[in-house]
């Protein structure tokens, strides 16, 4: 039986990380004390920036880009479910989706580094190997080598995994219908009080505004979006977007505005997004159909925009 609204009270909680902020709604019995579940919260999208974070030197993800080739470097349980998901992403979009740009986030200015004009010549210039080849990790030791040089950046699955993370703490203090979100990353569980679905929109990919294009309504699904109208760099008449092209060496020329995945975690729709959005909307919308993956593009026609929907159902 449903309890309805006024049997709960509505909870919002919210706290700093990897830049931006984290944020929680859930409904609860009144009284429920928020503060541990807060602070929870804060530890668990903590735990994954202090492992996986390129901004801080001592993460264990910078631990393994210092590395030498050939050397065998231990790694934590989050960060090795990470780089294999994101390993499997990378096979499976064909490199699209390659967690071995940092050098090339960095040369661009997207880390934490100033732009280098001589290190973006260089990316540029470079034939490269993808991680998915030059990666090895053995899971059962818990560690990892690189067999080629490599500079590994997560921001494309790391928040993603992050909200998958504050969903499983929600759940953990027995919370069953609640919404999870780090930016364009979120995960919503259950239902609301009435029974009805969370709503969620879909940014207009505008350069100067915020504004919803479209509205989906969710229970138990991810959802993540790659867009090129958030953080870009200005090179002469033209706006380039942070996420880098690996056949390129540098960020996307021509994509689409923003690409918006749905899917059963939110690391998976984070990562696919950004593979996706890599390969456009021709090439994406094959690899969407041909893995069952529930995707919508949005592509810039003037100042309109047109929206393409590949609906499948999720993965269970």
Known sequence: MLKTPTDLVRYALTGPTMGTNWAAQFYAPAGTDPAPISKALAEAVDRVDCQMSTWTPQSALMRLNRARVGEWITVPAELMEVLTKALEIG???????????????????FGPQEADAQAMRTALGQARCRAH????????????RKL??????????????????????LKSFGIADALASIDGE??????LPEGKPWTVAVERPDYEIRAPLSILELSDCAIATSGDYRHWVELGPQRLAHTMDPDRGGPLVQSPASVTVLAETCMEADAWAT?????????????????????????RDGEQFDQTRIAAPLRG
Do not use: H
Not at 91 to 109: E, H, Q
Not at 186 to 191: D, E
């Open 91 to 109: 096979r499976l979009s064909g490199g699209s989706f390659d967690i071995g740009m940092g050098d090339v986030v960095t040369a661009w200015g």
């Open 186 to 191: 979120l995960l919503a569980s259950g239902l």
């Open 133 to 144: 080849d030059v990666l090895d990790l053995d899971p059962g030791a818990q560690r990892a």
């Open 275 to 299: 593979a996706l959005m890599v390969q456009g909307g021709s090439e994406g919308a094959k690899t969407a159909r041909r893995l069952n993956l529930n995707v919508l593009f949005i592509e």
């Open 148 to 169: 080629a040089a490599l500079v590994l950046d997560l921001s494309g699955i790391a928040k993603g995994y992050a909200v998958d993370q504050m969903m499983a703490v």
